[in-house]
């Protein structure tokens, strides 16, 4: 399977956009491809735009966090 590394334009896509083209590649899947290959082919761009989905998820988890853990600490500097 291809690396997002090795398909820049998926490493580039925001959220919103990884999302939306995921959930087209599971409607086209859903449908049935014509063929086994282009079966394939769309199982392993949803893959590659899945992880895409999960770093963007990660990374907002980490700021969430660092902002709260930031809150955190300048409320207890008050006291």
């Given at each position: 399977?291809?690396?997002?590394?090795?398909?820049?334009?998926v490493a580039?896509?925001?959220?919103?956009?990884?999302?939306?083209?995921?959930?087209?590649?599971?409607?086209?899947?859903e449908?049935?491809?014509?063929?086994?290959?282009?079966?394939?082919e769309?199982?392993?761009?949803?893959?590659?735009?899945?992880?895409?989905?999960?770093?963007?998820?990660?990374?907002?988890?980490?700021?969430?966090?660092?902002?709260r853990?930031?809150?955190?600490?300048?409320?207890?500097?008050?006291?």
């Open positions: 399977m291809e690396t997002m590394a090795a398909d820049p334009d580039e896509l925001s959220y919103e956009q990884a999302r939306d083209e995921l959930m087209r590649v599971v409607a086209e899947l449908q049935g491809a014509p063929t086994l290959e282009h079966s394939l769309l199982w392993e761009r949803g893959e590659l735009l899945a992880a895409r989905c999960e770093q963007w998820l990660i990374g907002a988890k980490q700021r969430l966090d660092a902002a853990q930031h809150g955190a600490d300048a409320n207890g500097a008050q006291n």
